[in-house]
């Protein structure tokens, strides 16, 4: 049987098509998380979080299958970015960012094989920052977003575009910036690398 590949099921959240700015409403979902500082390209905190998100979402996947249950597809890491003042967030001063890194899990992925996941991988690795991955439920709601196609470091005009949008459609922010990185940049040309990028808003 194929495995499951839940950013084809929930296509309107992670599949959209085009440039333009669209409204969707996020559900609450479960995901692993991990949070951090600092600049992502020089952190070596960073780089152990994206290691351990992976490593327990593998391990929830083989557990899972092992069950009996559905066999699915890894999801996409996501990262939440903020720092204490929006006001004063820049983005080319990455040393004072704050971050969520998270991977999406399965609703039939319970605490309980979390537990026995973080437990597995803890016995093969010493990873300081696993003590720090937790599953948590996050809920968005309504959310604006928009596909950028690209290096990661020329998302400004389309960022700019989805903050325009929401400022003139008579919404504010309300919640983190959000981007799911939808291609792995070590197969993907970095012209062609998707990123999508949410905005979680609320009528003024």
């Known amino acids: 049987m194929p495995a499951v590949d ?14 333009d ?18 600049n992502p390209n020089t952190t070596r905190e960073f ?3 994206v290691e351990v998100l992976y490593g327990v979402s593998y391990a929830l996947k083989f557990r899972v299958k092992k069950a009996g249950l559905t066999n699915y597809v890894v999801m996409p890491l996501e990262g939440l970015w903020w720092t ?6 820049d983005p080319e001063d990455k040393g004072k960012w704050k971050w969520t890194l998270m991977i999406m899990q399965p609703e039939f992925v319970t605490e309980e094989y979390f537990n026995e996941a973080v437990s597995e991988i803890g016995k ?4 300081h920052v696993l003590s720090k991955i937790r599953y948590e439920r996050y809920s968005e709601g309504l959310s604006a977003q928009i596909m950028h196609i690209g290096p990661y470091n020329t ?13 003139e459609n008579g919404y504010v922010f309300a919640g983190k910036h959000h981007e799911v ?7 993907v040309k ?9 905005q979680p808003i609320r009528l003024k």
Do not use: C, W
Not at 9 to 15: F, H
Not at 181 to 187: E, N, V
């Open 6 to 19: 839940f950013k084809k099921e929930l296509k309107q959240l992670y599949n959209i098509s085009g440039a």
């Open 21 to 38: 700015v669209v409204i969707i409403d996020v559900p609450p979902m479960n995901f692993l998380m991990v949070d951090g500082a600092g």
């Open 47 to 49: 780089q152990e979080a």
């Open 84 to 89: 204490e003042s929006m006001a004063e967030f």
């Open 124 to 127: 093969k690795k010493d990873i």
């Open 155 to 167: 998302e400004g005009p389309d960022v700019a575009k989805l903050h325009n949008f929401i400022l």
């Open 181 to 187: 990185y939808l291609s792995d940049p070590r197969r």
């Open 190 to 198: 970095t012209e062609k690398i998707k990123t999508l990028i949410r």
